[in-house]
């Protein structure tokens, strides 16, 4: 049983995507967490804040570290959050004279919102991929049938001859645009998060932007300041995402109405069954693009709502924003990854002249 369909054991097959959603469980996320606190460590010891050998002994500890997940999901339940369980875990299991340097001047904020960036950073790479090879797959049809035969229909209704190279351009030309973007958007989302309590680096004084200088070096993100409650870089990341399936979705929708039998413009392979209807074929495919592009318009509205921070933090916005992203993040994966089949399943189009 499960709650999502992202990682239902069935339904997965049809929305999932286990390559991203990979990135999403707790074993990434701890994973990333610890990498958080081992490059602070390292950062803090070079800037003398901790005692030589802090960096030494939290390498040791985190070398096969198994985290108490029954603990650290009571301690959610309590704390809003599970860093404050996790650093307990890790001080203990590092022992005296080490354990107190561990965390130093940093909050669980600063290891959340970056062992999220560290995340997306191969999910966002992984994205671009996917983007050129669907390009790819595009000018492949387009090769295929460009110039053949294809009646224009406006509101539903037969308007004006075309060319499917004119449908499939039309295809194409938004996911150029939103390749265009990914660059200034990655330059955007990420970025390290390091501002202690409430944002000001208290604990590290005049220390605190060398160590933070240090410790995005060696996560390799960009150090653009602390932005606790500025959530415009997720917020912008989710619109990219649900553009991204708001153009495949309408390559989805495209095709099933190309595919209708009284249309019969494109014809598809390996179309899906019916249980009651052996001669149908359904466009399974076209279908769920359009199905994961209004799930993901219907998400914006939440994402929007978690960009208003009280004051210095806010547990409310911030529990929102873990519920939305991933899965707004999977359903982009699995669009494109069903649209890439989508092209390949594609055996005709258009009319012969």
Do not use: Y
């Not at 037969?158 to 390749?179: H, N």
Request: glycine residues 8%.
């Amino acid at each position: 049983m499960s709650v999502s369909a992202f990682d239902h054991p069935v339904l997965a097959g049809l929305v999932g995507d286990d390559a991203v959603a990979s990135h999403f469980t707790v074993e990434a996320e701890i994973e990333a967490m610890l990498a958080f606190e081992l490059a602070l460590a390292r950062a803090e010891e070079e800037a003398g804040l901790v005692p030589a050998g802090t960096t030494q002994a939290l390498e040791q500890t985190c070398e096969g570290f198994q985290p108490d997940l029954e603990a650290l999901r009571s301690a959610t339940a309590r704390d809003g959050v599970c860093v404050p369980e996790l650093v307990r875990q890790l001080r203990r299991a590092a022992g005296d004279p080490h354990a107190p340097n561990i965390h130093f001047g940093a909050t669980s904020q600063d290891v959340v919102d970056t062992a999220l960036v560290l995340r997306l950073k191969p999910v966002l790479a992984d994205f671009g991929v996917r983007l050129d090879t669907q390009a790819q797959a595009f000018e492949a049809l387009d090769a295929r049938f460009g110039e053949r035969r294809l009646m224009a229909q406006t509101r539903m209704q037969r308007a004006l001859p075309i060319r499917c190279t004119d449908r499939i351009a039309a295809w194409r030309r938004p996911l150029q645009t939103l390749a265009d973007d990914l660059p200034a958007l990655e330059e955007r989302v990420l970025c390290l998060q390091f501002g202690g309590a409430v944002g000001t680096l208290d604990r590290l004084a005049d220390k605190g932007p060398a160590v933070a200088a240090k410790l995005a070096a060696a996560l390799e993100l960009r150090n653009a300041g602390c932005w606790h409650t500025d959530r415009t870089p997720l917020a912008e990341l989710a619109g990219w995402l649900a553009r991204l399936t708001g153009v495949l979705g309408k390559f989805g929708q495209d095709v099933a109405l190309m595919a209708q039998n009284e249309v019969a413009t494109i014809r598809l392979a390996g179309g899906g069954g019916s249980s009651a209807m052996p001669h149908k074929q359904n466009p399974v495919a076209a279908e769920v693009l359009v199905t994961l592009a209004r799930f993901n318009a219907t998400q914006i509205a939440g994402m929007h709502q978690a960009l208003v921070h009280e004051n210095a933090r806010s547990g409310a916005a911030w529990t929102l924003e873990w519920m939305l992203l991933p899965q707004i993040t999977v359903a982009a994966a699995a669009a494109l990854s069903t649209a890439t089949r989508l092209v390949a399943d594609i055996d005709a189009m258009g009319e012969d002249d």
